[in-house]
């Protein structure tokens, strides 16, 4: 669409722009306050340049901490994208089963982000979980509160449980935008079940998977309460992702140089992610699409 | 293996739903019952736990705060939203894509990177442990969201409508409230629904920003879970009170998901 140029469009924007700057700026100053400053407590400061960042970028703890997080957004990604396409394209497309799959689908995405921990947290206790239960009774020892691994399973499961409904339901809108002629040209084609997938439902999937992948990806990356809630980090150190790991820094720890500096460094990484988002969103949009995006 | 395809939805929804149907069940025994036998189902069906949460007000009022703050939220993020969509959509000003971009950064700025200074931001205004505060820095991801949402919904309405008004001799909020409003309806409901459902699941900003009046249900329960002596069956009781909201909404908006998460690229 022709968008008239308009300089009034400031001020529409401006209420909007306020409060978000009100949140996002002068936090943003906050931190990088801090992050240039040492403090001995009783109020004082001291500027301690760049100390914080060149400490931190040498500290195992902060390695340990991103590779974490990068290796469980990696794993997100594998099971759920690929999960998403399967139920998508097995979904009802019209009838009565259409709102009762997206309905009971929804579900999780509604459910407290700490209400999903405690859920996975009962479920998959051995003692009265249904999960923990059956798998110890078949002999296998999970317990997510000591073994890392059964601690990794349950996170990642409950994240499974928690998200891909996102993914299901952005390809199930991808889906139904697709013209019936296009499989009616098919079927006279005699096309696959394969090529259909390959050259008519993926071509039109492209621009929700985009989406799908970088929310996933971004939101994966800034989680917090649900494996907090689990496993609180442990055992050990073994699911301490960097919002944990931050967290603990800053507000159990008040160490707030080396939080703050964690905190822009975090920050910048998924600034530079939401940036190769947008331009390649930009780039791809192929559709004729109004707007700015 | 087309006859079977209804077969993978309903794993799926299987698997979706066990979790959810134990918490249930928790929420329905006693703690004796709970720790002491493993049953698939409530032997003696009892309600206490339920009881528990309508009549203790540290349990019950944590729901009323999520309430008001949601609601709270979901008002100001629509209202601030309508305008800046509709001049993103319809305008062109200086710097409006960098505008746009920046506003959707803030839809990825980890909550963790904000706790502390939130908390310092509003105690200095005064705002500390009150709703507004709460739905104020739910805004941070809220308003980006939304506006991103009804800008989808306003650029499919074709511009000739906003012409013909002014040629009628619509003032442009009379054209607004009267015309264009009514045309995006659907693209507001699906924009408040997602307000609610980031707002209402949200724990981090919402615990570090209140400590009694304006505690939320997320928080309390958090509280409970790391107390000794966990009280499990009220734990549950007060999940599956949480989980009720959210299903109504989604009942009520289940027509307009699936378009929702298409035009509003969420």
């Given at each position: 669409m022709e968008?008239?140029?308009?300089?009034?469009?400031?001020l529409m924007?401006?209420?909007?722009?306020?409060?978000?700057?009100?949140n996002?700026?002068?936090?943003?100053?906050?931190v990088?306050?801090?992050?240039?400053?040492d403090s001995f407590?009783?109020?004082q400061?001291f500027?301690?340049?760049?100390?914080?960042?060149?400490?931190?970028?040498?500290?195992?703890?902060?390695?340990?901490?991103?590779?974490r997080?990068?290796i469980?957004?990696?794993?997100?990604?594998?099971?759920?994208?690929?999960?998403?396409?399967?139920?998508a394209?097995?979904?009802?497309r019209?009838?009565w089963?259409v709102?009762?799959?997206?309905?009971?689908?929804a579900l999780?995405?509604l459910?407290?982000?700490?209400?999903v921990?405690?859920?996975?947290q009962?479920?998959?206790?051995?003692d009265?979980?249904?999960?923990?239960?059956?798998?110890?009774?078949?002999?296998?020892?999970?317990?997510?509160?000591?073994?890392?691994?059964?601690?990794?399973?349950?996170?990642?499961?409950?994240?499974?449980?928690?998200?891909?409904?996102l993914v299901?339901?952005?390809?199930?809108a991808?889906l139904s935008?697709?013209?019936?002629?296009?499989?009616?040209a098919?079927?006279?084609?005699?096309?696959?079940r394969?090529?259909?997938?390959?050259?008519?439902?993926?071509?039109?999937?492209?621009?929700?998977?985009?989406?799908?992948?970088?929310?996933?990806?971004?939101d994966?990356?800034?989680?917090?309460?649900?494996?907090?809630?689990?496993?609180?980090?442990?055992p050990?150190?073994?699911t301490?992702?960097?919002?944990?790991?931050l967290?603990?820094?800053?507000?159990?720890?008040?160490?707030?140089?080396?939080?703050a500096a964690?905190?822009?460094?975090y920050?910048?990484?998924?600034?530079?992610?939401?940036?190769i988002?947008?331009?390649?969103m930009?780039?791809?949009?192929?559709?004729?699409?109004g707007?700015?995006l | 293996?087309?006859?079977?395809?209804?077969?993978?939805?309903?794993?799926y929804?299987?698997?979706?739903l066990?979790p959810?149907?134990?918490?249930?069940?928790?929420?329905?025994?006693?703690?004796?019952?709970?720790?002491?036998?493993?049953?698939?189902?409530?032997?003696?069906?009892?309600?206490?736990?339920?009881?528990v949460?309508?009549?203790?007000?540290?349990?019950?009022?944590g729901?009323?705060?999520?309430t008001?703050y949601v609601?709270?939220?979901v008002?100001?993020?629509?209202?601030l939203?309508?305008?800046?969509?509709?001049?993103?959509?319809?305008?062109?000003?200086?710097?409006?894509?960098?505008?746009?971009f920046?506003?959707?950064?803030?839809?990825?700025?980890?909550?963790?990177?904000?706790?502390?200074?939130?908390?310092?931001?509003?105690?200095?205004?005064?705002?500390?442990d009150?709703?507004?505060?709460?739905?104020?820095?739910?805004?941070?991801f809220?308003?980006p969201?939304?506006?991103?949402?009804?800008e989808?919904?306003?650029?499919g309405?074709?511009?000739?409508?906003?012409?013909?008004?002014?040629?009628?001799?619509?003032?442009w909020?009379?054209?607004f409230?009267?015309?264009?409003?009514?045309?995006?309806?659907?693209?507001?409901?699906v924009?408040a629904?997602?307000?609610?459902?980031?707002?209402?699941?949200?724990?981090?900003?919402?615990?570090?920003l209140?400590?009694?009046?304006?505690?939320p249900?997320?928080a309390?329960?958090?509280?409970?879970?790391?107390?000794?002596?966990?009280?499990?069956?009220?734990?549950?009781?007060a999940?599956?009170l949480t989980?009720?909201?959210?299903?109504?909404?989604i009942?009520?908006?289940r027509?307009?998901?699936?378009?929702?998460?298409?035009?509003?690229r969420?």
């Amino acid at each position: 669409m022709e968008r008239q140029v308009n300089q009034k469009g400031w001020l529409m924007v401006l209420p909007a722009i306020l409060v978000v700057a009100l949140n996002a700026v002068i936090p943003l100053m906050t931190v990088v306050n801090y992050s240039v400053q040492d403090s001995f407590g009783n109020n004082q400061f001291f500027w301690a340049g760049m100390s914080w960042f060149v400490e931190l970028l040498h500290s195992e703890r902060f390695h340990a901490a991103l590779g974490r997080q990068f290796i469980f957004s990696a794993i997100i990604l594998l099971i759920e994208i690929p999960l998403g396409i399967i139920i998508a394209l097995a979904m009802p497309r019209k009838g009565w089963g259409v709102p009762v799959c997206l309905v009971l689908m929804a579900l999780p995405l509604l459910i407290p982000w700490n209400v999903v921990g405690t859920i996975w947290q009962i479920f998959g206790r051995m003692d009265i979980g249904l999960l923990g239960h059956t798998l110890a009774s078949l002999g296998i020892n999970y317990n997510y509160t000591q073994e890392p691994i059964a601690a990794w399973l349950t996170v990642i499961i409950m994240d499974v449980w928690h998200w891909t409904s996102l993914v299901v339901l952005l390809c199930y809108a991808g889906l139904s935008s697709i013209p019936d002629v296009y499989y009616q040209a098919a079927r006279i084609d005699g096309a696959s079940r394969w090529a259909i997938f390959r050259y008519i439902q993926l071509p039109k999937l492209k621009r929700v998977l985009l989406i799908a992948v970088l929310l996933r990806f971004m939101d994966s990356f800034m989680i917090y309460t649900e494996p907090f809630v689990v496993t609180g980090g442990g055992p050990g150190n073994s699911t301490t992702f960097l919002s944990i790991d931050l967290v603990k820094m800053a507000i159990g720890q008040f160490d707030l140089g080396p939080a703050a500096a964690m905190s822009l460094i975090y920050f910048l990484i998924i600034l530079l992610l939401c940036w190769i988002f947008y331009t390649v969103m930009s780039l791809e949009d192929d559709e004729p699409q109004g707007g700015v995006l | 293996m087309i006859r079977f395809k209804w077969l993978i939805p309903t794993l799926y929804i299987v698997f979706l739903l066990l979790p959810i149907y134990w918490l249930i069940n928790m929420s329905l025994k006693t703690n004796q019952e709970i720790l002491s036998v493993f049953s698939l189902w409530p032997r003696d069906l009892t309600f206490a736990n339920y009881k528990v949460i309508f009549t203790d007000p540290a349990w019950y009022s944590g729901y009323i705060n999520s309430t008001i703050y949601v609601v709270m939220n979901v008002l100001i993020s629509v209202t601030l939203a309508l305008p800046a969509a509709y001049a993103f959509s319809r305008y062109s000003f200086l710097g409006d894509r960098h505008l746009f971009f920046w506003l959707l950064t803030n839809r990825m700025a980890p909550p963790a990177v904000f706790a502390l200074p939130f908390f310092q931001l509003y105690s200095s205004m005064g705002l500390f442990d009150t709703h507004i505060a709460v739905a104020l820095a739910h805004c941070l991801f809220n308003l980006p969201l939304s506006i991103w949402i009804l800008e989808g919904f306003m650029s499919g309405i074709p511009k000739e409508i906003d012409e013909t008004a002014y040629i009628d001799g619509y003032s442009w909020p009379r054209f607004f409230v009267k015309i264009f409003i009514p045309n995006i309806a659907s693209g507001i409901g699906v924009t408040a629904f997602f307000c609610f459902m980031f707002s209402w699941v949200e724990l981090l900003l919402a615990r570090t920003l209140t400590s009694v009046s304006a505690k939320p249900i997320s928080a309390i329960m958090t509280r409970t879970v790391s107390a000794s002596g966990l009280d499990w069956g009220v734990l549950a009781a007060a999940g599956v009170l949480t989980i009720i909201p959210g299903a109504l909404v989604i009942w009520f908006v289940r027509n307009y998901i699936a378009k929702g998460f298409a035009l509003g690229r969420v």
